[in-house]
Each structure stands twice: as structure tokens, then as C-alpha cells.
């Protein structure tokens, strides 16, 4: 089994910076691509960041240029910084993994979830 834990959600004023961080643990064999989605009330969930093992990012278009996807392969962790917070950016953010890892009955590949951390950002 694989779990997902992330940290450093809060409250802040617009323009202001927060840094999220998610770190997998369990029968982890490779991560391979990690990212950050987010989904505020009423909405669907949607891909902010994600980072593949190679490295290569992708963004959201309403995020290009305030915010930063960054990995460490080594601790199975990744971390979004985000800058020049906007009201538009809040809603839950989730972190997500897809995971190489093994069972009893052999190696699994499938996409993880955490539980999810609150972004408010005030006008």
C-alpha cells in the first residue's frame, strides 16, 4: 500500500507565498510522475502541477510564472511553491502519485491520492 501526506496548506492575503509539500511512503518500487491538483467548492478537480521522473513539468496556464513544482526522487517527496497567491487560487489542493509498488501477488502500478490541504487566499 502506498499513502500520501501533505502539509503547509493555510491562510494568506493576496500576493502572499505558500509552500505545499506531499510525501509518499509504503512498498514504493519508483514514483513514476507526481503532481498537485486542486478543486474548489462546486468545481471539478484540476491539474495545477506535475513533475515526471525525468523531470519535465507541466502547469496549468493560471499558474505559469507564480507557481514551481520541485521533487526529490531520493525522499519520494514533492513540493509546490506558490507565489503572488490570487483569491482565484483558493480550494483544496491535492497531491498525486503514480506509483510502481509491490504486492504479494507482484508489482502494481497505480495513482494516489492524499487527503488533501486548504489554500484560503483573502482580497
Known amino acids: 500500500q502506498v499513502q500520501l501526506v501533505e502539509s503547509g496548506g493555510g491562510l494568506v492575503q493576496a500576493g502572499e507565498s505558500l509552500r505545499l509539500s506531499c510525501a509518499a511512503s509504503?512498498?514504493?518500487?519508483?514514483?513514476?510522475?507526481m503532481g498537485w491538483y486542486r478543486q474548489a467548492p462546486g468545481q471539478q478537480r484540476d491539474m495545477v502541477a506535475t513533475?515526471?521522473?525525468?523531470?519535465?513539468?507541466n502547469y496549468a496556464d493560471s499558474v505559469k510564472g507564480r507557481f514551481t513544482i520541485s521533487r526529490d526522487s531520493a525522499k519520494n517527496t514533492v513540493e509546490l511553491q506558490m507565489n503572488s497567491l490570487e483569491p482565484e487560487d483558493t480550494a483544496v489542493y491535492y497531491c498525486?502519485?503514480?506509483?510502481?509498488?509491490?504486492?504479494?501477488?507482484?508489482?502494481?502500478?497505480?495513482?494516489?491520492w492524499g487527503q488533501g490541504t486548504q489554500v484560503t487566499v483573502s482580497s
Open positions: 498525486n502519485a503514480d506509483v510502481s509498488s509491490t504486492r504479494v501477488t507482484g508489482m502494481f502500478r497505480g495513482s494516489y
Open positions: 513533475i515526471i521522473s525525468g523531470g519535465s513539468t
Open positions: 509504503g512498498s514504493i518500487v519508483s514514483i513514476n510522475a
